[in-house]
Nanobody
């Protein structure tokens, strides 16, 4: 079993910054693609940013130039640096990872989320 635990959410004023972290633990041989998703009240869960095991990244248009995704493979940790935050960034942010077990079984995991609230 694998656990993903997000941290770093909170309340920030518009224009401010936050850094989210997601620590993976458990039965891990290798972590492949990782990503951040977010869900605002009454809206579907949307992709924010993705990063491959090799470090290639992809961002939603709404966050390009403001958010930076990164990972530390040695620590099995994913990060999201969020700058120039806007009220519309308010959402629960979820970590996602495709994990390969020592028996080469692949499975997709989600964290429980961390709330980011941006006040105007």
């Amino acid at each position: 079993q694998v656990q993903l635990v997000e941290s770093g959410g909170g309340l920030v004023q518009a224009g401010g910054s936050l850094r989210l972290s997601c620590a993976a633990s458990g039965n891990i041989f290798r972590i492949n693609d990782m990503g951040w998703y977010r869900q605002a009240p009454g809206k579907p869960r949307d992709e924010v940013a993705l990063i491959t095991s090799g470090g290639s990244t992809n961002y939603a248009d709404s966050v390009k130039g403001r958010f930076t995704i990164s990972r530390d493979n040695a620590k099995n940790t994913l990060y999201l640096q969020m700058n120039s935050l806007k009220p519309e960034d308010t959402a629960v942010y979820y970590c996602n990872a495709e994990v390969m077990s020592p028996t080469y079984y692949r499975m997709n995991y989600w964290g429980k989320g961390t709330l980011v609230t941006v006040s105007s």
